[in-house]
């Protein structure tokens, strides 16, 4: 498609758009014009008349030398030798605004004159008109039409003051040329100004575009400063898996690694000191954790040992991924290492305190069960002191239970030894114990399993489970309410639900709630006594015994732990249903 440009000199180009870099590269002007100083393009403008005026003044030379013995000939030539010398040399910018449109007001006056001093014979020199027509019609001012119309009529009409009869050719030029020319005039006043208001456009855009770099690089700066603030070290992978940013404390994790920013941590191998969570297992490249979220790998959690001993830290990775442009498919992720040393060290401490008072509490509790074993044995004991020596003497042992649980936590070993065990049995007794609690707390006990729920389970462990969620639940629930407790078997595995309808935990205390020492907010803030020890004992009993425990609890609703334990080998699984919650039991029972 043609594209019709006009140059500085008011010419009007026809390209081919394609072609337009090309012409840029060899007119330098044409993209500098508006830059350039009034005077050079005010003689700019006027050139291509002046160029023209060289044309026909050669032409005249050796066509008809006769002309030049016309005065008004070589008058009109030097006039327009002087209007060119004053535009170069009349200061414009000094005058009045526009005042240099005066030129091609002139130039009319001069074509008029050549016209005339030339006679009818050479009436097509009127065509020169065009160009101060289209000077003035690329200004903004349409009033420049009319001027251009008026300059144009004038000039045709001055052909007729020469001696000689009006032709149908002069008529007819009379006419066409003035029309010709204010269709030229105005497409030329249409298409420079569209051209003004794109360029005006494209001014206010390319303010924009300096606007935003300027805001994002600000904005990015603010990000490094951030992201080298933190104390977390920070590795931000591309959709590809390439490293884009690390930052500083990242650079300081890489030293005592023992690699560099440059080698990308973790992607290479070499000389690296990193070891897994066991502080001596050498890391292989690809269990890292840059190198896994590099191949879209869950990391959460990850524990690493970097450098050698006295300096070596234990840090924690975790990678998240970052959503990409549209949306759904990763666009990358960042890995996060946070150094826990100190809170291991912690940990530790707490192990070792803990196993000490444990070591402490046993032998004076060791003493308080042989005591009332030997006070059970007594002959004539009334039989209600017997009965209160009992719980007494279950809770002390109950108490050595949890006391050897202690030491087993800090030193990771539970004993479990799984028999055939009706779990019915374990929860009866656990309601049991539990009922003096919840009747001072003035809290209903639903025991809704009350049929034979045989699972492979060592039922002391299981008793401790089932006491520690009782317990829990009765501690975390307000007076009036009620427990239930809930039993079915499915696809063999057997199921157990303690639920509560009392305090409930937000869904960031809910995923921590089997960690060490781990209380939720509202536990401290209450003042219900606890360690934060009960649930890691009892999820490790449940895992020991190869099942699970899951929790679901909603805050000021309620909490429901739901403890699996896999189907006993050589028993059939039978399809039970869930019963509905108050219903009274199970509906099926479990074959044994
Ligand atoms: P604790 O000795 O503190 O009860 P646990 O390990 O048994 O220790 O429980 C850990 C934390 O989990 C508790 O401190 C409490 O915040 C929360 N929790 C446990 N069971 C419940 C429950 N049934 N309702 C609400 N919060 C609970």
């Not at 337009?20 to 830059?35: E, G, T, W």
């Not at 994790?253 to 070499?270: H, I, K, N, Y």
Request: charged share 20%; glycine share 6%.
């Amino acid at each position: 498609m043609p594209w019709i440009t006009v140059q500085p000199a008011g010419l009007p180009v026809i390209l081919e758009r394609r072609r337009m870099p090309q012409l840029r590269a060899q007119l330098p002007f044409a993209r500098n014009f508006h830059s350039l100083g009034l005077r050079t393009r005010v003689v700019l403008c006027q050139l291509p008349l002046v160029s023209c005026m060289l044309v026909v003044t050669s032409v005249f030379a050796l066509a008809e030398p006769a002309m030049f013995a016309n005065p008004l000939f070589t008058l009109c030539l030097l006039l327009h030798a002087v209007l060119l010398a004053a535009c170069a040399v009349v200061p414009w910018e000094r005058l009045p605004e526009r005042s240099f449109q005066i030129v091609p007001v002139l130039d009319f006056v001069l074509i008029a004159l050549l016209l005339h001093a030339v006679g009818r014979t050479y009436s097509n020199l009127m065509l020169l008109l065009v160009f101060p027509v289209i000077w003035l019609s690329v200004s903004k001012f349409k009033s420049r039409i009319l001027v251009a119309f008026a300059g144009t009529l004038a000039t045709a009409l001055v052909p007729l003051l020469a001696p000689g009869g009006l032709d149908a050719g002069h008529l007819l030029r009379l006419v066409l040329l003035p029309s010709v020319m204010l269709a030229i005039s105005i497409s030329v006043h249409i298409i420079a100004n569209n051209m003004d208001f794109q360029r005006d456009q494209l001014a206010v855009k390319e303010a924009e575009v300096r606007r935003l770099l300027a805001a994002s690089r600000e904005r990015e700066q603010l990000l490094h400063a951030v992201v080298d603030s933190i104390d977390v070290g920070l590795v931000a992978l591309d959709a590809e898996g390439r490293v884009t940013l690390t930052n500083r404390q990242q650079d300081a994790f890489a030293v005592r690694a023992g690699t560099s920013r440059d080698a990308a941590p973790d992607l290479q191998q070499g000389r690296q000191r990193i070891y897994d969570g066991d502080g001596v297992t050498f890391l292989a490249p690809e269990s890292r954790p840059v190198r896994r979220a590099a191949e879209k790998q869950d990391v959460a959690g990850q524990l690493l040992w970097l450098g050698e001993e006295p300096q070596r830290i234990a840090v924690s990775a975790t990678a998240r991924s970052i959503e990409g442009q549209d949306g759904d498919c990763p666009g990358g992720s960042v890995v996060l290492f946070k150094d826990v040393t100190n809170q291991l060290a912690e940990l530790a401490a707490k192990d070792d305190f803990m196993s000490g008072i444990s070591h402490e509490l046993r032998t004076p509790l060791t003493s308080i069960l042989a005591y009332l074993e030997l006070a059970l044995e007594h002959p004539d004991l009334p039989a209600e002191v017997a009965a209160h020596l009992e719980v007494a003497d279950r809770n002390a042992e109950r108490l050595l239970t949890l006391i050897s649980d202690f030491l087993s936590a800090s030193a990771g070993t539970l004993e479990i030894r799984p028999e055939p065990t009706d779990l019915a049995d374990v929860v009866r007794a656990a309601v049991q114990s539990a009922a003096a609690t919840a009747a001072a707390k003035d809290i209903a006990l639903d025991n809704q399993v009350d049929h034979e729920l045989v699972a492979a389970a060592d039922p002391a462990r299981m008793g401790q489970v089932l006491d520690n969620l009782l317990s829990n639940a009765i501690k975390y629930s307000p007076a009036g309410s009620t427990v239930s407790i809930r039993g079915w078997q499915h696809a063999g595995a057997s199921v157990l639900e303690v639920a509560d309808t009392g305090y409930g935990m937000d869904d960031a205390d809910r995923l921590r709630v089997f960690d060490r020492f781990f209380r939720s907010s509202s536990a401290r803030r209450s003042g219900i006594h606890g360690t934060g020890l009960g649930l890691v004992v009892t999820k490790e009993i449940v895992e020991r015994h190869g099942g699970t425990i899951d929790v679901a609890s909603a805050l000021g609703e309620g909490t429901t732990f739901t403890v699996t334990l896999p189907a006993a080998e050589g028993r059939s699984s039978s399809a039970a249903t869930k019963p509905e919650a108050g219903s009274g039991g199970l509906r099926n029972r479990a074959a044994t």
